[in-house]
């Protein structure tokens, strides 16, 4: 079992920037690839990045160049800094790790870009 801990949602104005953070526990040892995805009002939760256990990164294209996903291992821990944010990124971002088959959620932290 991994329990996920998403913090540093909030509200922001455009052109603002935020930095998630995701942190693991339980058998962290076991976690593999960890991620972010978001769900805004009436859509499908979609990915946003993904980062392997030597930090090798994906990005959803709509966030490239936009957003930076790292980890530290040390601290079983994931990181999404959010730049030059638009209104478009308001949604509630998820955490996510791959243990095995096995996929696990944080609880979400809200994202809301609005002047």
């Known amino acids: 079992q991994v329990q996920l801990v998403e913090s540093g949602g909030g509200l922001v104005q455009p052109g603002g920037s935020l930095k998630l953070s995701c942190a693991a526990s339980?058998?962290?040892?076991?976690?593999?690839?960890m991620g972010w995805y978001r769900q805004a009002p009436g859509k499908q939760r979609d990915l946003v990045a993904t980062?392997?256990?030597?930090?090798?990164?994906n990005y959803a294209d709509s966030v490239k160049g936009q957003f930076t996903t790292s980890r530290d291992n040390a601290k079983n821990t994931i990181y999404l800094q959010m730049n030059s944010l638009k209104s478009e990124d308001t949604a509630v971002y998820y955490c996510?790790?791959?243990?095995?088959?096995?996929?696990?959620w944080g609880q979400g932290t809200q994202v809301t870009v609005s002047s």
């Open positions: 996510n790790a791959v243990l095995g088959a096995v996929y696990y």
């Open positions: 339980g058998m962290t040892f076991s976690i593999g690839t």
């Open positions: 980062i392997s256990v030597r930090g090798r990164t």
